[in-house]
């Protein structure tokens, strides 16, 4: 079952300028992250928030959560060509082990 | 530092045939492992998760099998392959909480089923 949903589905924006996803989840979450996948590729670790806190930052990027609206975003400044890619949200529980991806969103930085 | 290999890379096979997919995880020990899959340009869907070995979480009722034989080796199977079985199969290790719940990506196995 899907847990996450990104939004928008897909991104296209000018080298330079800020790049904002969302991401929205069904049930109580324990930390939610995100990831990055190049075409074809592995994801990638970027970035993870624990439900305690509201935003965190990793070098241009800068993640959101807010557990009231089940929803989180990532932002990422001054965009670069090499951060085209799908970029992913995915939540954990304690429940169990398991991480359950969203459909990601397709980022496309254009020179 | 820890390091997951998965393999065939590439695999091209006839409706009907089996499968076998193979990771192994290097450098941890008692490793969460996953497997999923990744219809093009499409999210993750997690077919199996395994906490150690012998014990395997399905999610989605297919005509797919997990197996983990040992701490490190998670091993993706199917007796007949279906062509609804053709995507991208990724592999991932994690230590669940005491690793942050982070999960860490294998290269992926792209299946074609002809």
């Known amino acids: 079952s899907q847990q996450g949903e990104e939004d928008p589905q897909a991104l296209s924006i000018q080298e330079g300028e800020n790049a904002t996803m969302n991401c929205s989840y069904k049930?109580?979450?324990?930390?939610l992250q995100w990831y990055r996948q190049n075409s074809g590729r592995g994801l990638v670790h970027l970035i993870l928030i624990r439900s305690n806190e509201r935003e965190k930052h990793s070098g241009r990027l800068r993640v959101t959560l807010d557990t009231s609206k089940k929803s989180s975003s990532l932002l990422i400044t001054a965009s670069r060509a090499a951060d085209t890619a799908s970029y992913f949200c995915?939540?954990?529980?304690?429940?169990?082990?398991?991480?359950?991806f969203g459909k990601g969103t397709r980022l496309h930085i254009l020179p | 530092s820890q390091t997951i290999h998965q393999w065939p890379a590439t695999l091209v096979q006839p409706v009907g045939s089996p499968l076998s997919l193979e990771c192994t995880v290097e450098g941890t020990s008692n490793p969460n492992l996953y497997w999923y899959r990744q219809a093009a340009g499409r999210g993750l869907q997690l077919l199996f998760y395994s906490v150690g070995i012998g014990q395997i979480s399905s999610e989605v009722p297919q005509n797919l099998s997990a197996s983990r034989p040992q701490d490190r080796q998670f091993i993706l199977s199917s007796k007949k392959l279906l062509l609804s079985d053709s995507g991208f199969y990724l592999c991932a290790w994690g230590q669940g909480i005491i690793g942050g719940n982070t999960i860490y990506f294998g290269e992926g196995s792209w299946l074609t089923v002809v």
């Open positions: 995915a939540t954990f529980t304690n429940r169990d082990d398991k991480i359950i």
């Open positions: 049930t109580s979450i324990n930390n």
